[in-house]
């Protein structure tokens, strides 16, 4: 007797655990509330594939990352030797990542290297040739810093996009990271696929570049060639009335003067004489200075505003502008100037992304998935039931029992461990019903088998637990084992199926073998029934 | 009630020869549809592309839809109704995992209401690029190999309760597969090649029942993706799911009958072999009619109720618990005779 009741309070324990779990989501969907409010707080999360949502899987292009390195590097020796007046020094971003730096003159030579001594010491050597007097200098940085640089691209792209993220307003966004390069990124609930790609995607960089004034654009684009130390870009337009999307050619001098590094603010405004939206941004102390020497220097030439390779605009410049502040217009509509506000306060990511994967699920496809998925397990259910209790009488009632008892501890096992319900989890759930049964009717037949032997039906049931257990361990082990591989090796909604599954296998055990047992015990050596129903 | 009487004796090991044509017929049909498609039809899962699922409010003609496509550059995608006719849902395939940001779904959906006069709802979009479908690819692969590790040694040390021999079957096996991925082969072969030497092993090894269990797996298996290629339907990710769901499911049953035979060959040791096994396939069919009826309750419900993705992991599912059912039957089982038929003559 003292087991007995020791066993009970185990089962009942469970059960009121799995049913503890489970109060709070059952609380949230009759008040419709978004979070739970009762103890313990926890939910069962629905997946995409059953709420809406977006899933994307970004590839950061880290080698673009080293090679900006590069570049900046390559920007800055040149300022250095502007600097320090180094004549017949030439510099040239070669392919693979590296600089060729021709230096004519043993002063200029001496000058230049006591420059890279000095402030370039990163740099790596790869070859030197003296030529007729001329210094053939082959740089680059070492491996160990441009895998550092790639791990860093990833690592701030990761949180660039997690602030952008941030600021467009989805609830419980999942952003991490995946491998070397990848990052995964889970927005429930998003509708504006377009927006939220555009928002995320965007490289952003901004940099302000004056016009090449001296040489014509359209001729640039007709030898499909650019003068020396200038570049090609477009202006893309669309035309309000024809709504056609106009590019028009600009030829901007390379170098960036000012880039939105230096920026401290973005934020929206409305144009009072056109009533249209533009992007005020602020500059730092440092940008401020900067943009103010540009502009002092410059005055009455043309600086383009472009952003990822795209001029916004190309204004005149008026005056020196000494407050570190500027507009950047472009015929925004409210949502782009919002957007590009928040793109420019987040600030630009490191190198360009690659979307790899995208799925996205609409919210009335969600809800039809989940009303497929209930009505499939309420009749599947249902039939499974009728169909015990047809078979098997009274017994076939307790192993019902059993099946309902399976239900509410995979719903409470989900909420406990925050796990997530997709579709393929629902049809998990389904097939453990199905398959649950199936430990019930190994007993059963059993204990049919020993009573036509003559057994008492207590006897019976003893023995047909006691022969049948070990089979119905061995048979389930075999399932949870492939769900526990599906588990590792799925992806998102097979993820959801491997852990209703497993869930289910592992409730079907205790119910089976535990907790119909005890009901069986009950009614025979408590209650003293003489015969079964089975 | 009862179905299946007590005391029922249906000679079922007799029928064994008619048995394996049939299997062999199976096969061979399934390896016939697989090398007629080249493979098994990808989805966009594997094969990368991009999938757009669209409903219309109202009927609507598939012609107008491909005319719509059209004139957005999309001609060549292939449209398919989806689920029932009355939901007027279709399947956009395109092979180009283009690239999704340039607003495409939106594009798509503009077309689309111009060119059939109906209201669209643009429900799903899945874009998988090339290296992530060729990952997808791996990792399911990489799925059924473990399981079939796994597998193989749990099977190995329960039933012929040596646990050590189960152990040099798992080393061997990992071994081979290890020096074998030293030669940069693909990852099918590397997959066909474990099967092999794990056959081989068992053979070696003399773990008969292990034997049985495997090869009805993979009779199952290839019969499952065999079916699929004939109905022609899609291989996605849901349907490897189903695959190894149906691999779990398939070796309890299994696994029931040959609990059942190693009990009565201690119990009725002076009966040979075909009695014994005959005798405990049919104390077993009761239990095995019973659950694959109700799980073929429960999974028709899902073919029929649950909506697209789930109707072809259910037919997945259904055509595995029937192959299933009847391997454990006239797969596992006679191989255990032919393995003695074999001893017998080697004496």
């Known amino acids: ?534 | 009630m009862q179905f299946i009487k007590p005391g029922i004796n249906i000679n079922f090991i007799g029928g064994r020869k008619i048995a394996f044509y049939l299997s062999i017929a199976l096969l061979f049909i399934s390896f016939s549809s697989l090398i007629i498609h080249k493979g098994p039809r990808y989805g966009v899962d594997f094969a990368g592309g991009t999938l757009i699922q669209v409903k219309f409010l109202s009927p609507t003609n598939i012609d107008d839809i491909k005319s719509g496509l059209d004139t957005i550059d999309m001609g060549k995608s292939s449209v398919q109704l989806f689920g029932d006719p009355e939901e007027n849902e279709y399947l956009i395939r395109t092979d180009k995992s283009v690239s999704t940001g340039e607003g495409y779904s939106h594009k798509v959906g503009a077309a689309l209401k111009t060119a059939t006069g109906n209201d669209v709802d643009i429900r799903r979009v899945e874009m998988v690029g090339p290296q992530v479908g060729k990952d997808l690819r791996e990792k399911a692969l990489f799925a059924m190999f473990y399981a079939l590790l796994f597998i193989t040694i749990y099977i190995s040390g329960r039933f012929e309760s040596e646990w050590f021999k189960s152990g040099v079957m798992a080393g061997g096996l990992i071994f081979c597969v290890y020096s074998l991925s030293s030669f940069d082969v693909s990852i099918p072969f590397l997959i066909a090649a474990a099967l092999v030497i794990t056959l081989v092993l068992f053979w070696f090894l003399k773990l008969k029942y292990a034997m049985g269990a495997i090869v009805a797996l993979l009779h199952d298996v290839i019969i499952t993706v065999g079916v699929f290629s004939i109905f022609d339907k899609e291989f996605s990710l849901p349907i490897i799911a189903a695959l190894l769901t149906i691999i779990g499911y398939s070796l309890n049953d299994t696994i029931i009958v040959f609990d059942r035979i190693r009990e009565n060959l201690k119990k009725y040791h002076k009966n040979t072999l075909d009695v014994t096994i005959n005798k405990s396939i049919n104390e077993t069919l009761n239990r095995t009619v019973l659950t694959s009826l109700t799980t073929l309750v429960v999974v028709i419900t899902l073919f029929v109720l649950g909506g697209g993705i789930i109707h072809d992991f259910a037919f997945a599912m259904i055509v595995g618990i029937v192959i299933g059912t009847y391997s454990s039957i006239y797969v596992a089982s006679p191989i255990l005779l032919v393995w003695q038929e074999y001893e017998k003559r080697r004496k």
């Open chain 1, 1 to 534: 007797m003292k087991n007995f009741s020791w066993k009970v309070a185990v089962v009942a324990a469970v059960i009121l655990t799995a049913f503890i779990y489970i109060l709070p989501t059952i609380e949230m969907k009759l008040n419709g509330r978004k979070d739970p409010a009762l103890w313990p707080y926890k939910k069962v999360n629905l997946g995409l594939d059953l709420q809406g949502g977006m899933h994307l899987v970004l590839e950061v292009d880290t080698e673009k990352a080293v090679e900006s390195t590069m570049e900046r590097i390559t920007q800055e020796i040149r300022a250095s030797i502007r600097k320090e007046r180094i004549g017949n020094a030439v510099l040239e971003q070669i392919e693979n990542n590296r600089i060729l730096a021709k230096i004519k003159g043993e002063k200029s030579i001496e000058q230049f290297q006591a420059i890279l001594d000095k402030e370039f010491t990163g740099l790596r050597i790869l070859s030197r040739e003296t030529n007729d007097g001329v210094l053939n200098l082959m740089m680059d940085i070492p491996d160990k810093e441009a895998d550092n640089i790639k791990k860093m691209a990833t690592a701030q792209a990761l949180e660039t996009i997690r602030n952008r993220i941030d600021q467009f307003g989805v609830s419980e966004p999942d952003i991490r990271r995946q491998g070397e390069r990848r990052i995964l990124i889970q927005l429930p609930g998003v509708k504006d696929t377009k927006r939220a790609k555009d928002l995320i995607g965007k490289t952003a960089l901004l940099e302000f570049k004056l016009l090449d004034e001296a040489n014509d654009p359209l001729e640039a684009e007709r030898n499909e060639k650019a003068p020396p130390g200038s570049e090609l870009l477009y202006q893309e337009r669309e035309d309000p009335e024809t709504r056609r999307v106009v590019k028009t050619p600009y030829l901007v001098k390379k170098r960036a003067l000012l880039t939105g590094a230096y920026l401290t603010d973005a934020k929206v405004e409305i144009d009072s004489q056109y009533n249209e939206p533009y992007v005020s941004i602020k500059f730092d102390k440092k940008g401020a200075r900067i943009f103010a020497r540009v502009t002092e220097e410059n005055v009455k030439k043309r600086l383009a505003i472009v952003l990822d390779d795209k001029v916004y605009s190309a204004p005149v410049i008026q005056e020196k502008i000494p407050g570190g502040e500027a507009r950047i217009t472009g015929n925004f509509t409210d949502e782009e100037a919002r957007d590009l506000a928040i793109i420019l306060r987040a600030g630009a990511l490191p190198a360009p992304v690659n979307i790899l994967e995208e799925r996205s699920v609409g919210p009335s496809l969600g809800e039809d998935s989940i009303n497929k998925g209930l009505n499939s397990i309420y009749i599947g259910g249902f039939l499974v039931i009728l169909f015990m209790v047809i078979y098997y009488r009274s017994s076939g009632l307790i192993a019902d029992l059993a099946l309902l008892v399976n239900i509410l501890l995979i719903a409470g096992g989900l909420a406990g461990f925050q796990a997530t319900l997709t579709l393929p989890g629902i049809a998990g759930i389904i097939l453990t019903i199905g398959m649950a049964v199936d430990a019930n009717v190994l007993i059963f037949e059993r204990i049919r088998e020993e009573m036509a032997l003559g057994k008492t039906p207590h006897a019976s049931v003893k023995a047909g637990y006691e022969r049948a257990t070990l089979t119905i361990l061995d048979a389930n082990v075999t399932t949870l084992i492939a769900a526990l591989v599906l588990f590792q090796f799925g992806t998102g909604p097979i993820k959801g199926f491997a852990v209703t599954l497993s869930l289910g296998i592992l409730a079907s055990l205790f119910t089976a073998i535990i907790m119909t047992r005890l009901v069986f015990d009950y009614l025979l050596i408590n209650r003293k029934m003489k015969t079964l129903s089975i």
